[in-house]
């Protein structure tokens, strides 16, 4: 039988009245605070307490507890002496592409598949991606991270983005690859397009950033500051010149809870397994590469071709150039190749910068490919192309401003 207009609303209101208990409300502890975080005045001071946190949590459990006081002692120490020792021939290739450097007393500066390959990919990059991994499952499961997604929404609206970017731009602060594929639910190709070229010009992955914590730890927060501005630079000039829409932001914020520690184990398992399935083998891959390129001259030719670019625009020493190879590979395997090469602080600053917005790694290249149609990417090569030359340009002229180039 079919209803009329007011019949419907009578039956509204009989299921209303049966089923709605109508008294006077009084807000939880857990209301108070899910309130609270989403207002700008409250919401901005507890986010940034949030990312400190974060932030304190990784670098002592990853770099403090795990990397510097374990992995660093058993790979230095024990491990590099060990290797070095039983390993015959020091004066052959395979020596060379296997243990590398004879004489290297840090397994940083031996790069070796056995020796820097292993300590990269073990000592630095394990640590930091199960420390980041483990914070980002506990913010997903208690439910602050809509939370924070409606707090940076009219900030991300500034440049044609909503609040829920702010998840595949955490995320790609882990890995780049999850971090992309995060970006489907954005609603049009415009957001999809400038999400996916923002991460991978201006988002270093977890492994990249506990090396370089380990590198340059007084520096890190300008590398952040430096990368930061580009990303909302970027943004703003994309959402002027590139068609398309960019719609209000629509999400369901569910109540806080208690994390569910099995699920929160489940996350952190599956994407640290699938994190180092794609890391170990390009860190491995990559140490051989510039190996046989150091081997085979190669590597020499390169770096006398774009000794211009390198030495004249960005003010880098031309020994960069074995970095930027291995960036195509593991970005985390390039900036830690930057600790062989004898610099100034600021060339180091310039060197990392460049290496995180310069081409993404191999993985997040491809799915890149996989998710763009063929004018949006050749739209982010143009980008990242030109973000790599005004970068390296601004900070050369500064550098050379202030006199520490």
């Known amino acids: 039988m079919e209803l009329t207009v007011d019949q419907r609303w009578s039956l509204v209101d009989r299921v209303v009245k049966e089923t709605v ?3 006077a409300y009084e807000p939880t502890l857990k209301d108070a605070l899910a309130d609270v975080t989403v207002r700008p005045l409250t919401g901005i001071p507890f986010a940034i307490a949030v990312i400190y946190g974060f932030w304190m949590f990784f670098c002592e ?3 403090t507890l795990f990397t510097d006081g374990f992995f660093v002692k058993i790979f230095d120490v024990h491990f590099l002496p060990w290797i070095q020792g039983i390993f015959l021939g020091k004066d052959t290739w395979l020596y060379f592409i296997l243990v590398g450097d004879p004489l290297a007393e840090n397994c940083f500066e031996a790069f070796g598949v056995l020796t820097s390959g292993l300590f990269i990919a073990l000592g630095v990059v394990l640590p930091a991606i199960v420390a980041f991994y483990l914070v980002f499952a506990f913010l997903e499961d ?3 991270l809509p939370r ?3 707090l940076v929404d009219t900030v991300l609206h500034k440049i044609g983005l909503h609040g829920y970017a702010i998840v595949p731009t955490f995320l790609s602060l882990g890995c780049n690859v999850p971090g992309v594929s995060a970006v489907r639910p954005l609603e049009t190709r415009k957001q999809r397009f400038m999400m996916i070229t923002l991460l991978g010009i201006f988002i270093p992955c977890g492994a990249q950033i506990g090396i370089m914590q380990e590198l340059i730890p007084e520096m890190i927060g300008w590398v952040f500051l430096a990368l930061a501005a580009g990303y909302m630079g970027l ?7 590139w068609p398309g829409t960019s719609p209000e932001l629509l999400m369901d914020v569910p109540p806080y809870q ?3 520690w099995g699920n929160m184990w489940r996350k952190l398992s ?3 397994g699938h994190f180092l399935k794609v890391a170990i083998p390009f860190v491995l891959l990559g140490c051989v590469i510039v190996a046989v390129m ?3 001259g190669a590597m020499d030719w390169l770096a006398g071709s774009l000794q211009p670019v390198l030495t004249g625009v960005f003010g880098v020493p031309s020994e960069t150039v074995a970095p930027l190879v291995a960036g195509f590979l593991r970005k985390d395997l390039a900036v830690g190749m930057l600790g062989g090469i004898e610099m100034t602080a600021w060339q180091m600053f310039t060197s990392v910068v460049l290496l995180t917005i310069y081409f993404p790694c191999l993985a997040a290249f491809a799915l890149m490919i996989k998710e763009e149609n063929w004018k949006e990417f050749l739209a982010t090569i143009a980008c990242l192309i030109a973000m790599v030359f005004v970068y390296g340009g601004l900070l050369n002229l500064i550098g050379m401003g202030m006199g520490v180039a």
């Open 270 to 272: 599956l994407r640290v």
């Open 294 to 296: 150091y081997l085979t």
């Open 258 to 260: 208690m994390p569910t």
């Open 142 to 144: 208690v439910g602050y």
């Open 148 to 150: 924070l997604a409606v």
């Open 235 to 241: 943004g703003f000039i994309l959402n002027k010149i």
């Open 61 to 63: 459990f990853a770099g």
């Open 21 to 23: 208990e109508i008294g």
